[in-house]
Nanobody
């Protein structure tokens, strides 16, 4: 069983940057694809970014492409999400996820994801 814990959320201003981290424990971290999702009030959970087991493959949703960067440190069993040029519409609870399937499947089928963190709130104020 893998436990995921996000950190780094908070209140920022439009245009600011924020770096989220998600520390994993249990399981074999390097065998898992990792991703970030978010959920705004009244909306469905939304895919943001995924990264493959070795870190060579990444994929992003269009709303965050060019602004957000996902990375992982397998030695520290941590996945990161660097968020730049934040906008008010980025306000949401951000969740990290880990899955034994491929990044492609993970990005389109979040209902089947193996492990979720509890989320961290990001609020972007204008």
């Amino acid at each position: 069983q893998v436990q995921l814990e996000e950190s780094g959320g908070g209140l920022v201003q439009v245009g600011d940057s924020l770096r989220l981290a998600c520390a994993a424990s249990g399981g074999t971290f390097s065998n898992l694809a990792l991703g970030w999702f978010r959920q705004a009030p009244g909306k469905e959970r939304e895919f943001l970014a995924v990264i493959s087991r070795g870190g060579a493959i990444t994929s992003y949703a269009d709303p965050v492409k060019g602004r957000f960067t996902i990375s992982r440190d397998n030695a520290k069993t941590t996945v990161f999400l660097q968020m730049n040029s934040l906008k008010p519409e980025d306000t949401a609870v951000y969740y990290c996820a880990a899955d034994r399937r491929t990044t492609q499947v993970m990005s389109v089928d979040y209902h089947g994801i193996d492990y979720w963190g509890k989320g961290t709130l990001v609020t972007v104020s204008s």
